[in-house]
């Protein structure tokens, strides 16, 4: 059968259906290879019920196609678990996407006091006065002098980086980790200076051009 195609694997099954076939007829198609798969179970010696996994590919269903299909198979008894994945995002998952991968270009100055925060990225090109803070939910590029506070990975991102010269920054916080600049060794900050959360959570320092061994997901490239 070219619609469906059922595997196993680490007592795991997976059934794949097809995103170009007709989806009434991968239906028939999946009941008569449960039906051929429980009569071969019976005509040998019984198996525990396995996990299944059931991949719809390039096809996002609606709920009552999830409920059939889900219904379809656990009506065979075959599975102790049914899981029902596909390869698409639906318009909210790929409304936050753009929202936490999108880059805010700031030009004004955040001032004493105010605290302003961004969804998504963060090119910093006005300045930040002394106890003013400027927060990003991902990472934060500097282009401009900072005084005060930059928080990238707020509130709880990780993976969050910051680039540029904090010389004369109070502070500098990536996720629920803070660091007082005036503590590290500030004659070595400079524009190329990157900061991360290493694999001991750990605030950690380095240069921009390592970046892709530090964090190769990142995929950025500065000049």
């Known amino acids: 059968m070219d619609n469906v195609v059922l595997k ?3 007592k795991q099954y997976y059934l794949e259906i ?3 076939s007709d989806l009434k007829q991968s239906f028939k198609d999946i009941q008569k290879l449960l039906a051929d798969l429980q009569k071969s179970t019976k005509e040998t010696a019984p198996t525990d019920e396995l996990p299944v996994i059931i991949d719809t590919q390039n096809r996002l269903l609606t709920k009552k196609q999830m409920l059939d299909l889900t219904n379809l198979v656990a009506k065979f008894h075959l599975f102790s678990n049914i899981k029902v994945i596909n390869k698409v995002l639906d318009r909210a998952a790929a409304e ?3 929202q936490d991968n999108q880059l ?5 100055i955040v001032r004493s006091g105010q605290i302003v925060t961004y969804q998504g990225n963060l090119l910093l090109m006005g300045g930040v006065h002394r106890s003013g803070e400027v927060r990003a939910s991902g990472d934060i590029y500097i282009m401009s ?3 005060g506070i ?3 990975g ?6 969050a980086i910051i680039i540029g010269d904090l010389s004369h920054a109070s ?3 990536i996720s629920d980790l803070i660091a007082i600049v005036a503590d590290l060794e500030v004659d070595k900050l400079t524009e190329q200076t990157l900061f991360y959360v290493n694999d001991l959570h750990n605030l950690a320092q380095d240069q921009v051009q390592n970046l892709n061994d530090i964090k190769p997901q990142k995929g950025i490239v500065l000049d």
């Open 96 to 98: 936050k996407y753009v």
């Open 154 to 159: 707020y509130p709880n991102n990780n993976q």
């Open 171 to 173: 502070q500098l916080r």
């Open 8 to 10: 196993g694997k680490n």
């Open 145 to 147: 002098p900072v005084d």
């Open 104 to 108: 805010n270009i700031e030009t004004k």
């Open 150 to 152: 930059v928080h990238a």
């Open 18 to 20: 097809n995103s170009d």
